[in-house]
């Protein structure tokens, strides 16, 4: 499946930004700074568990189906009759393509999750689309004063690691945001 393939780079993603993070700037700073180091590992580390656990169980909750034996008052007209599943549609209940069933309180289908966002989902990918910027914008902000003592080791290979962490940690924080901006 594509979609464990992005599911797969997402939690790759978040790893390699941790390892980063973590063993190119955190760590370093404890020989000068050791409260700042190990508050910034301990908030770094909540950030990414909180991010990691609502992005798994946006994934593998089941976004909601409709139940079944519903009978909607009124006439019953196409809209509330699902062809595929053979049954009745409660409102904002639709039919997904790729996930080939009825989704209650469908959003969309997110390639991302490999799911589609519905009434038992919705929390967690909102959770995860909070955590994403939110870890983001902490990498960024606390990494920013270590970019000129980086770039004077710009020979090393770590330093082209942090530079790449950074950017993307950047990049990924604006379009989130903008997703989540379209989203709210």
């Given amino acids: 499946h594509g979609g464990l ?46 991010l990691v656990v609502s992005y798994v169980r946006a994934c593998c909750t089941h976004p909601g189906r409709p139940p079944p ?3 909607l008052r009124g006439d019953d007209d196409s ?4 062809e ?20 209650t309180r469908y959003d969309h289908h997110c390639i991302f999750i490999n799911n589609c966002v519905g009434s038992e989902n919705h929390k967690y990918f909102l959770l995860f689309l909070l955590y994403t910027p939110a870890s983001a914008a902490f990498i960024c902000a606390t990494g920013w004063p270590a970019l000129p003592w980086v770039s004077d080791r710009a020979t090393d290979g770590w330093a082209w690691n942090y530079f790449a962490m950074y950017f993307l940690t950047g990049l990924l924080t604006l379009h989130v945001l903008l997703f989540a901006a379209a989203h709210c």
């Fill in 5 to 50: 393939v992005l599911v797969s780079l997402v939690l790759a993603l978040v790893g390699w930004t941790t390892t980063s993070y973590v063993l190119y700037f955190a760590w370093p700073l404890r020989t000068t700074q050791p409260i700042c180091a190990y508050t910034f590992i301990v908030v770094h580390a909540v950030l990414q568990l909180l």
């Fill in 69 to 71: 034996g519903l009978a």
């Fill in 79 to 82: 809209k509330t009759w699902c």
């Fill in 84 to 103: 595929t599943c053979a049954l009745h549609k409660p409102p904002r209940c639709h039919h997904c393509q790729v996930c080939n069933e009825c989704i």
